[in-house]
């Protein structure tokens, strides 16, 4: 069964910084890795991923050149650095995965709030 355990949302001030962490458990082969984000009253939408074989990634245009997805060495935790926060990315943040073979079938964390302060 995998496991998808966000955490570093908070409280921030227009400008600043945050960093989202997802640590991800059982064993699956990873096909990608992904943060989404719903604002209240929108659509869950896609910001980055990072597509683990070759570690290709891909950022949303509002977010493009302020957020930056990365994992670690283990390949078990992937990373969204956010800078240059604006109170328009305030939303929940979804970590995401899924395997090889089963690549549009997504598994899910539980979300953690980001909001940004004007």
């Known amino acids: 069964q995998v496991q998808l355990v966000e955490s570093g949302g908070g409280l921030v001030q227009e400008g600043g910084s945050l960093r989202l962490s997802c640590a991800a458990s059982?064993?699956?082969?990873?096909?990608?890795m992904a943060w989404f984000r719903q604002a209240p009253g929108k659509e869950r939408e896609l910001v980055a991923l990072m597509r683990w074989s070759g570690g290709s990634t891909q950022y949303s245009e509002s977010v493009k050149g302020r957020f930056r997805i990365s994992r670690d060495r283990s390949m078990t935790n992937v990373y969204l650095q956010m800078d240059s926060l604006k109170p328009e990315d305030t939303a929940v943040y979804y970590c995401?995965?899924?395997?090889?073979?089963?690549?549009?079938?997504?598994?899910w964390g539980q979300g953690t709030q980001v909001t940004v302060s004007s």
């Open positions: 059982g064993h699956f082969s990873t096909y990608m």
């Open positions: 995401a995965a899924s395997r090889v073979g089963h690549e549009n079938n997504y598994f």
